[in-house]
């Protein structure tokens, strides 16, 4: 009896397209050849004359940066996932048999992004592509910040002193390299009060739950209409969010509404909106010692229902993306987040492609 034939591997892929492949509706989505040539200038390739073994090619390295961001792969994962996938193969233009990029050459490709600036040019090259495809920032924008947990650090009274005092990590472990080299010097501590408003039997509030949180804060902001991430800035967790809110808030938007929580409303923050006419829809804050109008607390839930639409990006973040800050440092956790807000960007594009085409 002859043995049954294996199905040869365009068979494989054809059945991953027939099925649905989800990275096949990436790639007609986006125009990541758009990128190239702000990649190119971000590493500054040489044009090979002093030899050596030729890099690989930059889209393909980006591509695999937001497939490590979609899946919260570390570098020694994400360099498996490659070798182990034909769909993954296939989106990154790769076949089987082909050399393809270690943890060091990803790690290496990110932080030379990074150190050069290339990963906030391409997001910005991004808009710029949506807004040729005609997703122009309406509709006002909707600004908000979350918390991303980093790996917690375990250090003296002593040392976290010298943290906060600004000491870098070789300072205060000159005698232990590989410990300093493990040592987050930018993320803080913070306190997350959330949850739901319970009462007591004589109406009183209980006291909210306080849950310590180490890491950083990533602040963004959308556009109304679309729900694309169009700015935004990453600092530690400790940081307040009113702070941020010039970063975020951009004049670009067809509208000049601007909705944000309660922790964004300062005299200062009304006086930069409305130097540069902008109308703030930032919540009011509850007077101190009174109890809230009624006007104001309808007027608060009527923002609310507006700016809970940007609760829905940090949840795709967390939920489908796990985001989880792995590396060490203020720069690589930026790098990190902005990858990540690329990869919704992506994904919230495919949705509003599928949304048109189905009519």
Known sequence: MEPKSLFSLGEHLEALSKDGDPLEVLQQAVDFEYFRAWLVEGLGYGDGIKGGRPPFDPVMMFKALILQ????????????????????????????????????????????????????????????????????????????????????????????????????????????????????????????????????????????????????????????????????????????????????????????????????????????????????RIHRRKPMGKAMSRATARANAAKSSIRAHIEHVFAHQKNRFGLFIRTIGLARAEAKLTLCNLAYNFNRLIFHERRECMG
């Open 69 to 280: 961001a979609q899946h919260n792969l570390s570098d020694a994962r994400m360099e498996f996932m490659i070798r182990d996938r034909l769909s993954w193969l296939r989106f990154l233009g790769l076949s089987l048999g082909d050399r393809t990029p270690d943890e060091n050459t990803i790690r290496h490709f990110r932080n030379r992004l990074t150190e050069t600036g290339t990963l906030k040019r391409v997001m910005k090259a991004f808009d710029w592509q949506l807004q040729k495809k005609g997703y122009i920032p309406m509709s006002g924008q909707i600004v908000d910040a979350s918390l991303v947990p980093a790996p917690k650090q375990r250090n003296t009274e002593g040392e976290r002193e010298a943290i906060k005092s600004g000491k870098s990590a070789k300072e205060i472990w000159p005698n232990e390299p590989n410990k300093a080299a493990q040592k987050d010097i930018d993320a803080r501590w913070t306190l997350k009060i959330g949850g739901k408003v319970r009462y007591r039997e004589d109406g009183t509030p209980l006291p909210m739950i306080a849950l310590p949180v180490f890491g950083y804060k990533s602040h963004i902001s959308i556009d109304r209409r679309f729900g694309f991430i169009r700015e935004m800035a990453v600092t530690s967790a400790s940081a307040a969010d009113g702070r941020l809110l010039r970063q975020v808030v951009s004049t670009g938007n067809t509208c000049s509404e601007v909705w944000a929580d309660s922790a964004y409303r300062s005299k200062q923050n009304e006086k930069w909106l409305s130097d540069r006419m902008l109308t703030s």
